[in-house]
Nanobody, 120 residues
Framework: QVQLVESGGGLVQAGGSLRLSCAAS????????MGWYRQAPGKQRELVAV???????SYSDSVEGRFTISRDNAKNTVILQMDSLKSEDTAVYYC??????????????WGQGTLVTVSS
């Protein structure tokens, strides 16, 4: 079993910043990709940013240049630094981790979600 614990959501004014953190624990042999998704009310869940095991990153067009994803491999943690926030960034943000467990089974774990609200 792999567990993810997210933190850092909250209420912020437009133009402000927030930092989301997600720590993975459990039977983890290797982590491949770590990423953040979000789901706004009435919309489908969408990919925000992803970082691979070798540090490669990818961002959605809507957050490119404003958000930065990073990871601490020693702590199995992924961080999403969100700057210049806009009201359209309001959503529940979910951490996602893909990897392989000590039982040599691939896993695809999700966090419980953390709410980010940006007031205009």
């Amino acid at each position: 079993q792999v567990q993810l614990v997210e933190s850092g959501g909250g209420l912020v004014q437009a133009g402000g910043s927030l930092r989301l953190s997600c720590a993975a624990s459990g039977s983890i042999f290797r982590i491949n990709a770590m990423g953040w998704y979000r789901q706004a009310p009435g919309k489908q869940r969408e990919l925000v940013a992803v970082i691979t095991s070798n540090g490669g990153t990818s961002y959605s067009d809507s957050v490119e240049g404003r958000f930065t994803i990073s990871r601490d491999n020693a702590k199995n943690t992924v961080i999403l630094q969100m700057d210049s926030l806009k009201s359209e960034d309001t959503a529940v943000y979910y951490c996602n981790v893909k990897g392989r467990s000590y039982y040599f089974r691939d896993f695809d774990a999700w966090g419980q979600g953390t709410l980010v609200t940006v007031s205009s």
